[in-house]
């Protein structure tokens, strides 16, 4: 280990390489603080060429290397491993280059550049960027690929896999793959690109990336609504579909959701004289207010009239529209602050939303009482957040058991949009084809057959080890 710090140091510099334990330690437990591991060093190279030396080089020494963009991962991806420490690579300083290319309507950054950076890079040209999350000040580009990130904007522009047009890369021997550029159409072989996106760091680490702009809307309408009942939710995003590209995000949220954001969030409004069992938040965007305004009026009066929503506000300002979401993104800090809870990322058939909710929770009431049930989410995409706030005595285990039961009979996915990391690892294993096992975990060997490189994302050991 002495030797390969010394090598780094060489490589990497004073600021390229942290070794002062205390100074590491923060980098050492994910977001959500369930997950802890140790490393012996924090390498930061700053370009992709110091990036390919580091992974040379900790691969000549034998060293497990974790890989970290912003550390705002669920699944506890990022953080290393408890029992071997190795180093850990982040990518904040690989930042460069950042290119808005206004003419072809696409941005080219360093895997390390926050996404509310890169936002902000896109608006100088009057673009923007197809993403949106309530992490995007920390997440990078290079992390929202790792783990193709979804947010509130899927169902209008895609996950992230929709929005990459070209990856630079570096492989876990250390080879750079060149990004091929941000053609919009290039068949010249198939694009490997992709096998960085979603992958989680297993075949190489993005070190930076094109991504695909889209004009900034002139115009935003956004409404909160009460859902006459859940099974009409299914029902009202077909409707607002049929509005067609300008509904891009459709919201649900729980009356038991909002209770908890009311009680711990201090700044929440809620316009309802009473809390509907279930609500949603739906935003048009358009170029010109009074048309947008107006096609959000009949989505509106539509979904009364067909029986879908028993009432609605339509906000008549920006800083209305900006409550609205502040409740939705309060649901996340409502139940943290409330206690332990049990978060589920699934996503099932949007015509199945409604039974999927209402069978999953009326088994997990039936088999243990006290529980705050809380699905919310992206209705628009089928993702729901199916979070549970449990106390002392409830069986934690079933609790996920009973939930993940429910998503398979629904013919669902049991990661959405955070991924596999570490949590579930061995639920991918258990469920993957054949197939689907044999061209993951054989390319996963190839390109890294001591199974250094990021060890505990798609693991080359047995399930048993995971
Ligand atoms: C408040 C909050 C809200 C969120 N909302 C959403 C949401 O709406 N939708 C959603 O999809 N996610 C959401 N997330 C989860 C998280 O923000 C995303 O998963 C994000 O993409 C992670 O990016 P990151 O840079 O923080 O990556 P990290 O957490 O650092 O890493 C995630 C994984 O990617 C790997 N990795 C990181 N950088 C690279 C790289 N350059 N090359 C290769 N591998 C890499 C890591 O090893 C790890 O396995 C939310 C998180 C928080 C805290």
Redesign the pocket.
């Known amino acids: 280990m002495g030797d390969l710090l010394s090598s780094l140091n060489s490589v990497l510099g004073k600021t390229g390489l942290l070794t002062d334990q205390a100074a590491i330690a923060p980098h050492l437990t994910?977001?959500?603080g369930e997950w802890h591991g140790r490393a012996q060093a924090i390498a930061r190279p700053a370009t992709t060429d110091e990036a390919a030396e580091t992974i040379k080089l900790c691969r000549a020494a034998h060293v497990p290397l974790?890989?970290?963009?912003?550390?705002?991962?669920?699944?506890g991806?990022?953080v290393p491993d408890q029992n071997k420490a190795g180093i850990l690579l982040q990518?904040q300083r690989?930042n460069g280059p950042q290119i808005v290319d206004a003419s072809e309507a696409t941005l080219t950054v360093g895997?390390?550049t926050p996404l509310a950076t890169a936002e902000a890079l896109a608006a100088g040209e009057d673009l923007r960027i197809g993403l949106?999350?309530?992490?995007e000040g920390?997440?990078?580009?290079?992390?929202?690929?790792?783990?193709?990130?979804?947010?509130?904007h899927?169902m209008r522009f895609g996950?992230?896999r929709a929005q990459v047009l070209g990856i630079e890369?570096v492989l876990p021997d250390g080879t750079i793959y060149p990004n091929a550029g941000g053609l919009r159409k290039n068949n010249f072989g198939p694009d490997m690109s992709h096998l960085?996106i979603g992958?989680?760091?297993a075949f190489?680490?993005?070190?930076a990336a094109t991504i695909a702009l889209h004009p900034r809307p002139a115009a935003t309408a956004t409404a909160l609504l009460a859902l006459s009942d859940l099974t009409a939710l299914p029902q009202l995003v077909r409707l607002a579909k049929s509005f067609g590209p300008a509904v891009e995000r459709i919201e649900f949220m729980s009356k038991s959701g909002i209770v908890l954001a009311q009680k711990y969030v201090s700044s929440v409004q809620v316009p309802f004289a009473q809390t509907p069992d279930w609500s949603v938040l739906i935003e048009l965007t358009g170029h010109h207010a009074e048309e947008t305004n107006a096609q959000l009026l009949s989505l509106f009066e539509a979904a009364l009239e067909a029986g879908h929503v028993t009432d609605g506000h339509l906000a008549s300002s920006l800083s209305q529209a900006e409550a609205f979401w502040l409740l939705r993104e309060a649901l996340?800090d409502g139940q943290r602050l409330h206690g332990p809870q049990i978060k589920h990322d699934v996503a099932v058939p949007i015509s199945q939303l409604a039974v999927f909710i209402e069978q999953t929770t009326a088994a997990l009431v039936a088999d243990q009482p006290d529980l705050v049930i809380n699905p919310f989410g992206?209705a628009g995409d089928g993702n729901v957040h199916f979070n549970i706030s449990t106390g002392t005595g409830h069986n934690r285990a079933r609790i996920t058991q009973i939930v993940y039961d429910h998503v398979r009979r629904h013919q669902g996915s049991l990661a959405a949009?955070?991924?596999i990391?570490r949590l579930k690892g061995k639920l991918l294993r258990d469920g993957l084809s054949e197939a689907a096992d044999h061209l993951i975990f054989g390319l996963r060997r190839h390109l890294d057959p001591d199974g250094l490189f990021?060890p505990h994302?798609l693991p080359i050991s047995s399930p048993e080890a995971l």
């Open positions: 994910d977001w959500r974790t890989l970290q963009g912003g550390n705002t991962g669920l699944v991806g990022s990518t690989l895997a390390g949106r999350l309530g992490s920390t997440a990078q580009i290079g992390g929202l690929i790792a783990t193709n990130a979804g947010g509130s899927a996950m992230m890369a960085f992958s989680e760091g190489g680490l993005i070190t996340v992206h949009e955070h991924g990391g990021n994302i």
